[in-house]
């Protein structure tokens, strides 16, 4: 019988298209101090996926989008509004800035739900971008509303922190 040891257990929902797919999942950001973790804080990650093989050595398979816990809950408001409207739309989080390396060439990560209509088919979109990189996963009605509902559980659940207790 198979060793189950090794096996983690974490809140994860995965939707699958074609050729892409996102897995959004509970994660923590930790902060260090002197090598030393000072405190962690519940986070929501999506991470976008291609489903194809690189292409190209410098080619980009996946980018991850975390979100802080009200962040997630925002995405979850903005799947509902989109999934309601009756004509093709799109919403926005805020986008993700931060400096790379020593050129210190600022990295702009953007994420989006919408509602689209293309040539008398239409649907609904998670899609994140990262440059001139887009990786965007079509799902049907159904699974958009419950990746809404699963993130604005994952977001209330991942309300966290942990620090050491000050002394008195």
Request: glycine fraction near 8%; charged fraction near 30%.
């Amino acid at each position: 019988m198979p060793q189950t040891n090794d096996l983690k257990h974490y809140r994860c929902h995965e939707i699958f298209s074609q050729s892409t797919g996102v897995e959004i999942r509970d994660t923590f950001k930790s902060h260090e101090e002197g090598g030393q973790v000072k405190e962690r804080s519940g986070r929501v990650q999506l991470r976008f996926f291609k489903l194809t093989p690189k292409t190209k050595p410098d080619e980009v398979t996946q980018i991850r989008f975390i979100c802080e816990p009200d962040e997630a809950f925002s995405l979850a408001l903005m799947i509902g509004q989109v999934a309601a409207s009756s004509a093709p739309c799109k919403e926005k989080l805020a986008p993700h800035k931060f400096a790379g390396n020593e050129q210190a060439v600022e990295t702009v990560t953007t994420l989006s739900v919408e509602k689209w209509e293309r040539g008398g088919k239409g649907g609904y979109a998670l899609t994140v971008g990262r440059g001139k990189e887009f990786i965007s996963v079509p799902v049907p009605l159904a699974k958009f509303l419950f990746a809404g509902e699963f993130l604005r559980s994952l977001a209330v659940e991942q309300c966290w922190v942990e620090r050491a207790e000050k002394k008195h």
